[in-house]
T-cell receptor
């Protein structure tokens, strides 16, 4: 499919393992971050978000960690399943400063492959 | 969350022609955006579609090439004009999750191939 990422980082895990996907963001003024999952042939699907006043947020089987000191974001997926196989993107929002309201800047993406 | 649909889902077009992509949201939203995703790559913002005013374009994208309409709070169109093979890409529409949210939800995308 079109997500055969010749240039994207890849992560291969066994079913049942925990997965950690990392993202370095660029703008220290970013105050809102989102993780998206994109399956082949589909649009990005919202997974979880976090604001800059937090360093951790948990959802169902997913946890996002934010380290503002080093501008790093990670997505942890517990008990990874074959259905989790997709491309994962982080996105940052530099905030509502009048010129960049709502604009997202996307990371390069990571291909996650889960083997049964 | 907003549910977003796009038409067409895919198209194959000839060089020099134009294609208009439609984006429909199931609820009124403040912000709508158009992105391009080239094969195997990440998403790049083309423009913000503003209701009642001209779209705001990102660096490298111009209105003559990518005219955008936003006639109301649930609908927007993106036209890819005078297409060349370099315009072959996936075009994605997104919208905010409603008043007071920064989350963006995406449509399924339009897969464009230019011959």
């Amino acid at each position: 499919g079109e997500n055969v990422g010749l240039h994207l980082p890849t992560l291969s895990v066994q079913e049942g393992d925990n997965s950690i996907i990392n993202c370095a963001y660029s703008n220290s003024a970013s105050d809102y971050f989102i993780w998206y999952k994109q399956e082949s042939g589909k649009g990005p699907q919202f997974i979880i978000d976090i604001r800059s006043n937090m360093d951790k947020r948990q959802g169902q089987r997913v946890t996002v960690l934010l380290n503002k000191t080093v501008k790093h974001l990670s997505l942890q997926i517990a008990a990874t399943q074959p259905g989790d196989s997709a491309v994962y993107f982080c996105a940052e929002n530099v905030g509502s400063d009048g010129t960049s309201y709502g604009k997202l800047t996307f990371g390069q993406g990571t291909i996650l492959t889960v083997h049964p | 969350s907003a549910v977003i649909s796009q038409k067409p889902s895919r198209d194959i077009c000839q060089r020099g022609t134009s294609l208009t992509i439609q984006c429909q949201v199931d609820s009124q939203v403040t912000m709508m955006f158009w992105y391009r995703q080239q094969p195997g790559q990440s998403l790049t913002l083309i423009a913000t579609a503003n209701q009642g005013s001209e779209a705001t374009y990102e660096s490298g994208f111009v209105i003559d090439k990518f005219p955008i309409s936003r006639p109301n709070l649930t609908f927007s169109t993106l036209t890819v004009s005078n297409m060349s093979p370099e315009d072959s890409s996936i075009y994605l529409c997104s919208a905010d999750g409603g008043v007071g949210t920064d989350t963006q939800y995406f449509g399924p995308g339009t897969r464009l191939t230019v011959l």
